[in-house]
């Protein structure tokens, strides 16, 4: 079966630092692009960024909203990604979610895991 | 890069057929048919309906179409059910590489 499981999320104080994780299993992780999305409590879905398999170079791109703060690498080793949050804010409070791209396109995420809730307050 | 726009609610009575649209600009929606719609039940996480404006992944109903022209990308569902009742977002690929999303849509089933 196919699953991604996210992990890490936290109760933490502006300014601080936080690690999320990505677990997948039940394909080749290796071969897919992986994305991070979040949800603001009550708002809608707003991408994060992703990484690109191996294969593209595993390069990185992010949303201009967390650009220089966060930043996303893999492990295709142990089938996981990871989302590293730097200097978090208050507005980055949000349940987050990790998703596969579709094999060998640019658009469509076709595997969603249940999210991992970081809420960032003092 | 700034969001997607959609309606922020439309409502059908069921067998009946609405239209959710998703309005960018050349550097995204017009750009690349690459527009993928998603829908998301209260609580739970998103599940995608369309990608590649029109393809249906394996498993999701034939009720579900979608369709562009110019700068605006559309989701239509046919014979409203009460389990489609969800809000609806759209995503595009962009030209500089990143992905937007619309702002949401909620589908009210009547």
């Known amino acids: 079966e196919v699953q991604v499981v996210e992990s890490g999320g936290d109760l933490v104080q502006p300014g601080r630092s936080l690690r999320l994780s990505c677990t997948t299993s039940?394909?080749?992780?290796?071969?897919?692009?992986m994305n991070w999305v979040r949800q603001a409590p009550g708002k809608g879905l707003e991408w994060v960024g992703f990484?690109?398999?191996?294969?593209?170079?595993?390069?990185?791109q992010y949303a201009a909203s967390v650009e220089g703060r966060f930043s996303i690498s893999r492990d295709d080793s142990e089938s996981i990604a990871y989302l590293q949050m730097n200097s978090l804010k208050t507005e980055d409070t949000a349940i987050y979610y990790c998703s596969r791209l579709i094999l060998g396109r640019r658009n469509g995420f076709d595997v969603w895991g249940q999210g991992t809730m970081v809420t960032v307050s003092s | 890069q700034s969001a997607l726009t959609q309606p922020a609610s439309v409502s059908g009575s069921p067998g009946q057929s609405i239209t959710i649209s998703c309005t960018g600009t050349s550097s995204d929606v017009g750009g690349y048919n690459y527009v993928s719609w998603y829908q998301q039940h209260p609580g739970k996480a998103p599940k995608l309906m369309i990608y590649?404006?029109?393809n249906r992944p394996s498993g999701v109903s034939n009720r579900f179409s979608g369709s562009k022209s110019g700068n605006t990308a559309s989701l239509t569902i046919s014979g409203l059910q009460a389990e489609d009742e969800a809000d609806y977002y759209c995503n595009s690929y962009t030209s500089t590489s990143i992905r937007v999303f619309g702002g949401g849509t909620k589908l009210t089933v009547l």
């Open positions: 590649d404006v029109s």
């Open positions: 039940g394909f080749s992780f290796g071969d897919y692009a």
């Open positions: 990484i690109r398999s191996k294969t593209y170079g595993g390069t990185t």
